[in-house]
């Protein structure tokens, strides 16, 4: 049996670097565990400009560690803890990318240039461009390469195994034989992105799925899962539809079964529906404190979604309303693209005029603008909760961590692009860790292979009725009763898995992949029960129909125990001691003791 210090299970931003992190602290007895090197979010997704946020680097403006953590705890159901580290450790890890050879814009004189996104009070953001966590990875990938650290590939997690609440190894299928192996290790970190496979309406890319319940499974809280970001994204290639692409102006239809089309959106809301449209471009997410604003066109977009017809966004024609000209625009709207020289022509000219690339993007993927729709749904795209971790990314397992997007480190808002702070910033914290703790005598995990029905095979079918149910009842448009009566089936399905569930030999991964998505689906359901109960209508959650009444930010967040939730108040900012002779003085002592100990 293979025996390491530390397994980091995934390969996006956050599990390559809490090896590479851990390798440079001088932890060498790792390997990283993961089902396809090239798969999950990290390497295969971006937007129209995919944001890194971080403390500002440029020009004049004035910010500082507490003021940048002041606007990450702001967003309500936040950590102060989580807020500080998430400031403070933002230069040093975005630094660490530029040396790595991340491609962020710089001047002459070595500022690094920002920009303002949503939710954020200066110009903290900056990008590499559309794929700037593919850069990311891809960077991250090289430096582990470089240095040789061990890459378990093909293996599919599928028990992380304890004894006495302290983590003992992990167990894993191979996704292309079905073998099972064990593996021992002291540490593990979980880095497999966020649950993406609970939904059938998701823009994730199609190789995240997402591991949250293995945490569940080994008896990890879980914290804020009700709360999510969900937009209007293309199904069949699976891309946020923001920025450009709404400012265009593209048609949104609908088509019932017999092919009968309107333009639905004008229908509703006549000229106000093109203002409405283009603010869908800065406000891509949906947010029930504008859905009498640029959220409604979701709403409607749902709504039509749930008569059975199919939506799309037609770029070739210009939408109702623009055939006397571009006066009948708001102000914003028509500014925007008389600046842009884009007062002319139909969406797909002034989006190739405005953005070439985004017009070559679905070209790359088969996909004509010129000539084709593009299948619309209002798609998850981000979990701000996940995985309980304390200040620094534990667990309250033993040995157990958890960083990047698995992690429960936001709330009901956050800065555009703190989410890849966050991977670079929590795989860091738990390196850190990690190195400090001393080897603990690991004795050799127990695992045995659950019992499995062989048969006809059914767990794709049970997988997606699943996630068919959570996006109807269970996404931003949540029904209450609805939920209740989803929870207890899953819940069923959950008790009794083995019964319920047919396999064939070839299909474990996939069998594993139902249990694991059962379990984080389950947990979702009763967070976002308790959240209804407790709280009702806020953030991206329209509960029942109700409106938002929020006067303040949240201060409670929601914790999950399997299937059980509760609110607790959340933890003020931390103020600990910035004296610097003091912590030098501390820094000196902590170094005399590690050099005793060794």
């Known amino acids: 049996m293979k025996r390491y210090n ?73 950590k102060g803890e989580h807020a500080l580290c998430e400031a403070a450790y933002s230069t040093r890890c975005f630094m660490r990318l530029v040396e790595l050879g991340v491609p962020f814009p710089c001047n002459e004189y070595g500022e690094y240039a920002g920009y303002k996104t949503d939710h954020d009070p200066r110009t903290r953001a900056t990008s590499a461009g559309p794929l700037t966590s593919k850069y990311m990875t891809e960077a991250l990938e090289r430096s ?33 034989t079905g073998q099972i192996t064990v593996i021992g290790c002291q540490n593990a970190v979980l880095c497999t992105g966020g649950p993406a496979g609970i939904y059938e309406n998701t823009v994730y890319p199609e190789s995240q799925h997402g591991a949250t319940g293995l945490a569940v499974d080994a008896g990890a809280l879980l914290c804020n899962l009700e709360e999510w970001q969900y937009g209007i994204a293309s199904t069949e290639f699976r891309w946020n539809l923001s920025g450009t692409y709404q400012q265009v102006l593209p048609r949104y239809i609908s088509v019932d079964g017999n092919g009968t089309e309107r333009e639905f959106l004008y229908d509703a809301l006549g000229a106000d529906s093109l203002g409405l ?31 059975g017809r199919r939506v799309y966004l037609d770029y070739t024609q210009n939408p109702k309303g623009l055939q006397n000209g571009f006066g009948i625009l708001p102000e914003e709207a028509y500014a925007y693209l008389q600046r842009s020289g884009a007062l002319s022509g139909t969406p797909v000219q002034r989006l190739r005029k405005m953005n070439e690339g985004a017009y070559e993007l679905y070209l790359d993927h088969g996909i004509d603008l010129e000539k084709d729709r593009l299948r619309i749904a209002v798609c998850a795209q981000h979990c701000n ?69 062989y048969g006809e095979p059914d767990a794709g079918r049970i997988l997606k009725e699943l996630q068919r149910e959570m996006s109807r009842f269970a996404d931003f448009d949540r029904d209450t009763v609805k939920m209740k009566e989803l929870f207890d089936r899953v819940c069923g399905l959950c008790d009794r898995f083995s019964e319920k569930v047919t396999v064939n030999e070839d299909q474990l991964p996939l069998y594993f992949r139902l249990y694991d998505t059962a379990l984080t689906a389950r947990a979702v359901l009763s967070a976002m029960i308790c959240s209804a109960e407790c709280i009702g209508t806020h953030g991206s959650a329209l509960v029942d129909g109700r409106p938002n009444k929020e006067t303040g930010i949240r201060t409670t967040r929601t914790l999950t125990d399997k299937d059980r939730s509760y609110t607790v108040p959340v933890t003020p900012m931390p103020d600990p001691e910035l004296w610097f002779e003091t912590l030098l003085a501390r820094q000196r002592k902590d170094k005399k003791r590690g050099e005793d100990d060794a």
């Open 277 to 307: 449209i283009f603010l869908k471009g800065y406000q891509w997410p949906f947010d029930t404190r504008k859905t009498n604003g640029s959220s409604k066109v979701d709403l409607l977009v749902s709504e039509q979604i749930k008569k």
């Open 144 to 176: 582990v390469s470089e240095r040789g650290i061990e890459i378990i590939d093909s293996a599919q997690v599928i028990k992380i195994i304890t004894k006495d609440n302290a983590v003992t190894g992990v167990a894993c299928v191979s996704v292309k």
């Open 385 to 453: 909760g996940g995985v309980e971790v304390d200040e620094n990314w534990q667990t309250r397992v033993q040995g157990l961590y958890c960083a990047g997007e698995a992690a429960g480190t936001f709330g009901v808002y956050r800065p555009g692009g703190s989410a890849l702070n966050s991977t670079q910033v929590g795989s860091l914290r738990a390196a850190e860790h990690i190195a400090k703790q001393q080897k603990r005598e690991i004795t050799d995990p127990e695992y045995s292979l659950p019992k499995i029905r």
């Open 6 to 78: 530390t397994l980091i299970i995934g390969s996006g931003c956050a599990g390559f670097n809490a090896a590479d992190r851990l390798y440079g602290l001088g932890v060498r007895d790792i390997a990283i565990v993961t089902e396809g090197r090239r798969m999950g979010t990290s390497r295969n997704t971006g937007s129209d400009k995919q944001t890194y946020y971080k403390l500002s680097l440029c020009g004049s403006e004035g910010d500082s560690v507490r003021e940048l953590a002041g606007t990450l705890y702001s967003g309500g159901g936040v």
